[in-house]
């Protein structure tokens, strides 16, 4: 009796919950991602706030503003009210386009407050199977000795996968020839045909077909080995001093108060330990990683330095 007691008041306190008019209920948090439903932004999204609703209590949706390479979205947060009800889930673009494009309708540092580090995925660079190198060392020798012969597919320009390939070859004095594609799709297609000889993939797009055989995989991207890629050692290891990384992070408007930060940061932290999200990330080879406002906003202006370095020397710019 005791606990169908319990049961029944707490039945009471939700009809009560919902009862009220809509203008006493708290309004949702909106989730504003630069990317469309499906993808890896939007999955990291939505799998945050859902833990971020049970912290928070309240209702926590994902809105969806492709486009740009997550400049619509950004815009769209950097101009809403600084009250803590709309935030950016963003990702590496958002670093990059600081660099990549003439003219930006906002400013990655000024107009936005860092929350909190989501994540980081790396990547791998594969080539195709009968490609004449077995590992790093040998594969820096043979396209040193054969300027311009190689081929490398770019799934989409200015991603941080072509900015990977390319703080590849700047840092390793390589001539290697682009190739972009629409999408890692067709990319990865041509590799497995032997169109193309190589590219920086995603570590989920690239890990079946590694263990089939049908691409090699010469370095990982992290600073350090992974389970995922058991005998495929970091790029670093050669190359010393590569890394590449992409993450996924939380923003909002700038001028947001300090408690409303705290608040959001704290619920961020809770939501990035959450076993099921750890375990999403680790079928990606990808690390779950929070930190405070003040680490995020360092790393963002660090990592907007790195990548105008990596854009001068690829020439490349958007509109």
Known sequence: ??????FLSRCALVACAFSLPAAAQTPPVKLVVGAPPGGTTDTVARNIGQH???TLKR?????NR???GGNIAADYVAKSAPDGNTLLVTFTSFSINASLYRKLPFDPVRDFTPISMLARVPSVLVTRKDFPAQDMAAFVQQVRAHPGKYTMAVGALGSSLHMAGERLKMMAGLDILNVPYKGTAPAITDLLGGQVDMMVASSLNAQP???SGALKALGLTSPQPLPQFP???PIGDTIKGFESNAWFALFGPAGMPADVVAALNGAARQAVAAPDFRRLLDAEAATAVSSSPQELDAFVRQDIARYAEIVKFTGATLD
């Not at 009796?1 to 319990?6: C, E, G, V």
């Not at 209702?59 to 809105?63: A, D, N, S, Y």
């Open 231 to 233: 005998g495929v050692p």
């Open 66 to 68: 492709p486009g740009a």
């Open 59 to 63: 209702t926590v949706l994902v809105e």
């Open 52 to 54: 971020m609703s049970q």
């Open 1 to 6: 009796m005791a606990r169908l007691h319990r």
């Open 209 to 211: 077909h590694i263990k």
